[in-house]
């Protein structure tokens, strides 16, 4: 059975930083693109950034690109997402979710993790 | 590329056929998907590049459609059916429409 565990969201305050993990088990996981997508409070879904099966790709929507990394450890089945600058917008619950190439589709998600970005 | 979802919201009662509607601001082929989500729980997969289903996604979820207009049909709505249904484009980047709510009439 596929698995996805998001952790390490909280509260932090406006231009901090927070780095959050994902947990990946049932799955061949170096095989797959893997991504993140955000859903802030009572709002619909943004895709934030994908990341190639070796780490070598790494795409970001245009509002969190030089403050948002993406990175992967195939070796802990581990993906992760480290967030600087944080702002208010920012707020959202993140999933971690599994991409397939061929189609574009995120086919597996994680329960997400909510971030809070508020003084 | 701008994913536009009608209605908004859908009233219907269960054993009714639901259409929901994703327009494309251009052309995406049919690399188009379709997502349910129920509140408090992550989106799940029901239909990807426009028509073909997802593991496990039951027979009454149908999707058709290519080029910028697609449906997402549910021949017969069951109780656990009522959600959000969101479509999602890959041809240039990856988007998301701002979804509609299926709610039990």
């Known amino acids: 059975e596929v698995q996805l565990v998001e952790s390490g969201g909280g509260l932090v305050q406006p231009g901090g930083s927070l780095r959050l993990s994902c947990a990946a088990s049932g799955f061949t996981f170096s095989n797959d693109w893997m991504g993140w997508v955000r859903q802030a409070p009572g709002k619909g879904l943004e895709w934030v950034s994908n990341?190639?099966?070796?780490?070598?790709?790494?795409y970001y929507v245009d509002s969190v690109k030089g403050r948002f990394t993406i990175s992967r450890d195939n070796a802990k089945n581990s993906l992760s997402l480290q967030m600087s600058s944080l702002r208010a917008e920012d707020t959202a619950v993140y999933y971690c979710?599994?991409?397939?190439?061929?189609?574009?589709?995120?086919?597996?998600w994680g329960q997400g993790i909510l971030v809070t970005v508020s003084s | 590329i701008v994913l536009t979802q009608s209605p908004a919201t859908l009233s219907l009662s269960p054993g009714e056929r639901a259409t929901l509607s994703c327009r494309a601001s251009q052309s995406v082929g049919s690399s188009l998907m379709w997502y349910q989500q129920k509140p408090g729980q992550a989106p799940r997969l029901l239909i990807y590049?426009?028509?073909n289903r997802a593991t496990g996604i039951p027979a009454r979820f149908s999707g058709s459609g290519s080029g910028t207009d697609f449906t997402l049909t549910i021949s017969s709505l069951e109780p656990e059916d009522f959600a959000v249904y969101y479509c999602?484009?890959?041809?240039?980047?990856?988007?998301f429409g701002q979804g509609t709510k299926l709610e039990i009439k």
């Open positions: 590049g426009a028509s």
């Open positions: 999602q484009q890959r041809n240039n980047w990856y988007t």
């Open positions: 990341i190639n099966q070796g780490g070598s790709e790494r």
């Open positions: 979710a599994r991409w397939i190439d061929s189609s574009g589709a995120f086919d597996y």
